[in-house]
């Protein structure tokens, strides 16, 4: 059974720091590439930051230099460091993953999110 338990989440003030973990399982998470997504109330879910399995990261411009995704293989856990955190980046973070793009059939899975609010 292929599971994304997502952890981490919380109330911060704007300025603080959060890390988000990701645990997977079911599946050959070494082999998936991962991501991070965020929908804010009333708004569309939106893609944060990607981590390949070589380990090649991308980031929505919004987050760039304050984010940071990185994964543990070892643990089968995909994390987001979230630094200088903003009002803005209040949301519910969802885990991701999908295989390469190479791959076929296509497989992809979500978690249930975990919710970020950043206020004073």
């Known amino acids: 059974q292929v599971q994304l338990v997502e952890s981490g989440g919380g109330l911060v003030q704007p300025g603080g720091s959060l890390r988000l973990s990701c645990a997977a399982s079911g599946f050959t998470f070494s082999s998936y590439t991962m991501s991070w997504y965020r929908q804010a109330p009333g708004k569309e879910r939106e893609l944060v930051a990607v981590i390949t399995s070589a380990g090649s990261t991308n980031y929505a411009d919004s987050v760039k230099g304050r984010f940071t995704i990185s994964r543990d293989n070892a643990k089968n856990t995909v994390y987001l460091q979230m630094n200088s955190l903003k009002p803005e980046d209040t949301a519910v973070y969802f885990c991701?993953?999908?295989?390469?793009?190479?791959?076929?059939?296509?497989?992809?899975?979500w978690g249930q999110g975990t919710q970020v609010t950043v206020s004073s």
């Open positions: 991701y993953a999908v295989t390469p793009r190479y791959v076929v059939p296509k497989r992809n899975y």
